[in-house]
């Protein structure tokens, strides 16, 4: 539908998808290349380069970052967190407080720019 | 914020835009209309052309796709299809359309939002403590 760039995972080159399903559960931290669908329950920041959708019962307390969309389904939770998405859905029914920031997607700068070598002090 | 209790002013007039519907009043605006101050309404409100301060009303607030507020808005039902700079509490349900575009923080009881509306701010879920019990 939209030009989305494709994602891939490093390892081979296919677009990567990442299922929470109902039972499972995470606690922590969780980065992905690639979308991830959670009808589960996190405890933690989730991030993605592709889309979150969180539906079902889904549930997440914590931050949630999607470079390109979030969709939190009708019967589906999100709270608590930071929301940094450049689109973003959130049907009706569904629970969702938070702060939420979008525009532009906005990566986070993955290479850290190289720090200048000072030159050496001139002495006297 | 510092908004003046001004009466509303402008083009928009109670007289001349007030229509009714399903036995509610309903304060309706145009594209060309504007509306600067502080507006208390016992009805619905159709928000077009350009609002600046403050619009609480008992009924629903509707802002039209070619409208830009900037304003406080407190309404049962709150759709935005334009854009809206401010904080925006919706009794009942907030639903922001695709070309919506809201800067503020919101207080909903039911939150909507379409793909492609943009949204920068605080979002509370919760019920609201003491407001005529309208339900």
Redesign the interface.
């Known amino acids: 539908m939209s030009p989305t760039r494709p994602v891939s995972n490093g390892a081979n080159g296919q677009a990567n998808s990442v299922v929470l399903g109902p039972k499972d559960r995470l606690v922590g931290q969780l980065f992905i290349e690639g979308d991830l669908h959670v009808s589960g329950t996190v405890d933690g920041s989730l991030e993605a380069t592709g889309d979150i959708e969180i539906t079902g019962s889904g549930k997440v307390n914590g931050a949630v970052t999607a470079y390109n969309r979030l969709v939190v389904g009708s019967d589906a939770s999100l709270i608590g967190g930071d929301v940094r998405v450049a689109r973003l859905t959130v049907e009706d029914g569904a629970t969702f407080s938070g702060k939420v920031s979008m525009g532009k997607p906005e990566p986070k700068a993955v290479d850290e720019p190289e720090q200048v070598v000072q030159p050496k002090a001139k002495r006297r | 914020m510092d908004v003046q209790e001004a009466v509303a002013e402008g083009t928009a007039s109670v007289d001349n835009g007030e229509v009714k519907r399903d036995g509610r009043k309903q304060f309706s605006m145009g594209p060309g209309d504007i509306l600067e101050g502080k507006l208390i309404y016992d009805g619905s409100i159709h928000a077009d052309g350009k609002v600046e301060g403050e619009v609480r009303v008992s009924g629903n607030i509707d802002v039209a796709s070619g409208a830009s507020v900037r304003a406080l808005l407190e309404g049962a039902n709150v759709t935005l299809k334009g854009q809206v700079e401010g904080a925006v509490t919706a009794r009942d349900?907030l639903?922001l359309g695709k070309n919506a575009k809201l800067s503020g923080d919101i207080v909903v009881r039911?939150?909507?939002?379409?793909?492609?509306?943009?949204?920068?701010?605080?979002?509370?879920?919760?019920d609201f403590e003491s407001h005529t019990s309208g339900q």
Request: proline content about 0%.
């Open positions: 349900k639903t039911r939150l909507q939002i379409d793909d492609g509306a943009t949204l920068n701010g605080h979002v509370r879920m919760g």
